[in-house]
Antibody, heavy 115, light 113 residues
Framework: QVQLQESGPGLVKPSETLSLTCTVS????????WSWIRQPPGKGLEWIGY???????NYNPSLKSRVTISIDTSKNQFSLKLSSVTAADTAVYYC?????????WGQGTLVTVSS | DIVMTQSPDSLAVSLGERATINCKSS????????????LGWYQQKPGQPPKLLIY???TRESGVPDRFSGSGSGTDFTLTISSLQAEDVAVYYC?????????FGQGTKLEIK
């Protein structure tokens, strides 16, 4: 059974870059596509982007200028970088396998943007 | 962007009774060539990630109890819980995957009356 686990700093300063990694276990990252979704505290869900195992990506236009998603098949990991963060980027960040719909999901990691 | 609007925002139902949550998309999510609706439903309990319940608008994910069902086509969809159990208290979201950016409804909070 595939499981996902997010990791990375829980606190990022304004204007800096948020960096998270999702480690996939229980199966290969290859032959599937993967995604990042976020949820501000007490609010709804926002799709950030997805990446194919080939490395091709698709990002939400609202974040496109600041987002980079990459994949490392040798480590069974994929990553998210979000630059020039502000307080509005404070959220729980989830990674998930993408088939159009999202399943399964990681447990999520709270990232707070604050000085 | 396709806007997903759920109704109601919150709902209180007695144990054993039926719960119905609606989701409307700002444009059709029915793909003509395969006649599939690109619509999913998720359940999110406090402190947990969302869990996929339904995909293709009406296909139940493996392991999901059969009291959960999805229906609808085009722009109007419904998630029905036929007999509410205590463990069904959660926030429910619909999501379209017809076109990017993929978008979610604002969520419906389901409680016990």
């Amino acid at each position: 059974q595939v499981q996902l686990q997010e990791s990375g700093p829980g606190l990022v300063k304004p204007s800096e870059t948020l960096s998270l990694t999702c480690t996939v276990s229980g199966g290969s990252i290859s032959s599937y596509s993967w995604s990042w979704i976020r949820q501000p505290p007490g609010k709804g869900l926002e799709w950030i982007g997805y990446i194919y195992d080939s490395g091709s990506t698709n990002y939400n236009p609202s974040l496109k200028s600041r987002v980079t998603i990459s994949i490392d098949t040798s480590k069974n990991q994929f990553s998210l970088k979000l630059s020039s963060v502000t307080a509005a980027d404070t959220a729980v960040y989830y990674c998930a396998r993408w088939d159009g719909y999202f399943q399964p999901w990681g447990q999520g990691t709270l990232v707070t943007v604050s000085s | 962007d396709i806007v997903m609007t759920q109704s109601p925002d919150s709902l209180a139902v007695s144990l054993g009774e039926r719960a119905t949550i609606n989701c409307k998309s700002s444009q059709s999510v029915l793909f003509g060539s395969n006649r599939r609706n690109y619509l999913g439903w998720y359940q999110q309990k406090p402190g947990q990630p969302p869990k996929l319940l339904i995909y293709w608008a009406s296909t139940r994910e493996s392991g999901v109890p059969d009291r959960f069902s999805g229906s609808g086509s085009g722009t109007d969809f419904t998630l029905t819980i036929s007999s509410l159990q205590a463990e069904d208290v959660a926030v429910y979201y619909c999501q379209q995957y017809y076109s990017t950016p993929y978008t979610f409804g604002q969520g419906t909070k389901l409680e016990i009356k």
